[in-house]
Each structure stands twice: as C-alpha cells, then as structure tokens.
T-cell receptor, first 111, second 114 residues
Framework: RKEVEQDPGPFNVPEGATVAFNCTYSNSASQSFFWYRQDCRKEPKLLMSVYSSGNEDGRFTAQLNRASQYISLLIRDSKLSDSATYLCVVNSPRSARQLTFGSGTQLTVLP | NAGVTQTPKFQVLKTGQSMTLQCAQDMNHNSMYWYRQDPGMGLRLIYYSASEGTTDKGEVPNGYNVSRLNKREFSLRLESAAPSQTSVYFC?????????????FGPGTRLTVL
C-alpha cells in the first residue's frame, strides 16, 4: 500500500463549481498534514496546512479524519486559476523529519 | 530575494557521465532537501540536510551524493548517471524542518540520461 494515496483525476469542472479531493495515508502515527499546489512544469508551493479541527482559507477548506486516515480539500467557486495539480503531503513513517508526497490530483477548471 | 535557485534548468547526459546539480537559498533556512519527481509518483526524498554540516539519506539515496557546502548551498552529485535517473529534480529549503515547517522549492532541473 502506498504511504499516501490520491485519486490522480483528472477532474474537469466548470468555473464556479465546487470540487473535493480526498487523500488517504497509511501511517496512523502521522501528525502533520498539508496540501501543496503544483502548476504545470513548475515547483510545488504550500497551499495550506491541515489541522485536526479543520481549517479554511478563503475558498479552500481542509479537513482531517484521523479515524479513517484521510484528508480532504474542498474548493468552492472554482476559478480558472485553480487549474493545477494538488499534492497531499504527510510526515513520513520513516522519520518525522521527512515528508511523504502523494502523486497528486489534477484539476482543470473550464470556462 | 530570489528564494531557492537551482542550476542548471535542463541537462542531457550520457550513461556513465557525472554531474553536479547546484542549489542555493537566500532565506537563511537551516534545512535543505533534494527530491526527484517522476510521472505517476509523488516527490521522493533523495537526501536532506537538517543543518549546516549534516546530511541524511532519504527514501531513494542510491546513486547520489550530496554536499552541504555552507548554510546557503546544497549540491547533489550523480557520479555515474543511469537512464533510471532521468527525472525532474527539486531542491527545497525550510526554516527548521518537518514536521511543521513550510518547504520552499526551487524551479527544478530536468535531467535526461541517454
């Protein structure tokens, strides 16, 4: 089983739509969770950290379910500029000093 | 403030050739990392340096060596390149290190080994 699993997509949604991505992780001892965004042929950039109580940043909401070991990202009112690959990131079972990246979910927002 | 810079941006090597990928950060970060990214796979950690003078293996260190030259610079060396090392290589830095710190990535080096 992969340490971090994501649906690769692609998700193609119209502008204004709400879209949700899920990610599952294998290490029940993981403590740190993030969503990174990666534009085509660019470097990853932190989108948001994921906290136990859930957190929101504008149109983006992240949730953590420790019992089921999954993380979700909800994007409301999608914009064309949201088109990117979204990477789920969890601290590694090998070492708390390392991060494990999922392979990403590709989102395309259509006009 | 350039953030994290990497050189070169693109490189083509023949099997068996060697090369060094350079990375520098100007954010006064303590921790630096080298990742590779292959299609269908997440970024995989090759080596990291928690602080100047220290380096540790990541998930896929075989075939690579690193040098933390000073606080700013962290280089990755391929001694004898193999086609399996064709990938996009990203350098990153963070103020302290996982699990809580944001990692800032460079623009990447696209390496092809023939």
């Amino acid at each position: 089983r992969k340490e971090v699993e994501q649906d690769p997509g692609p998700f193609n949604v119209p502008e204004g739509a709400t879209v949700a991505f899920n990610c599952t992780y294998s290490n029940s001892a993981s403590q740190s969770f993030f969503w990174y965004r990666q534009d085509c042929r660019k470097e990853p950039k932190l989108l948001m950290s994921v906290y136990s109580s859930g957190n929101e940043d504008g149109r983006f909401t992240a949730q953590l379910n420790r019992a089921s070991q999954y993380i979700s990202l909800l994007i409301r009112d999608s914009k064309l500029s949201d088109s990117a690959t979204y990477l789920c990131v969890v601290n590694s079972p090998r070492s708390a000093r390392q991060l494990t990246f999922g392979s990403g979910t590709q989102l395309t927002v259509l006009p | 403030n350039a953030g994290v810079t990497q050189t070169p941006k693109f490189q083509v090597l023949k099997t068996g050739q060697s090369m060094t990928l350079q990375c520098a950060q100007d954010m006064n970060h303590n921790s630096m990392y080298w990742y590779r990214q292959d299609p269908g796979m997440g970024l995989r950690l090759i080596y990291y340096s928690a602080s100047e003078g220290t380096t540790d293996k990541g998930e896929v260190p075989n075939g690579y060596n690193v040098s933390r030259l000073n606080k700013r610079e962290f280089s990755l060396r391929l001694e004898s390149a193999a086609p399996s090392q064709t990938s996009v290589y990203f350098c990153a830095s963070s103020e302290v290190g996982p699990p809580t710190d944001t990692q800032y990535f460079g623009p990447g080096t696209r390496l092809t080994v023939l």
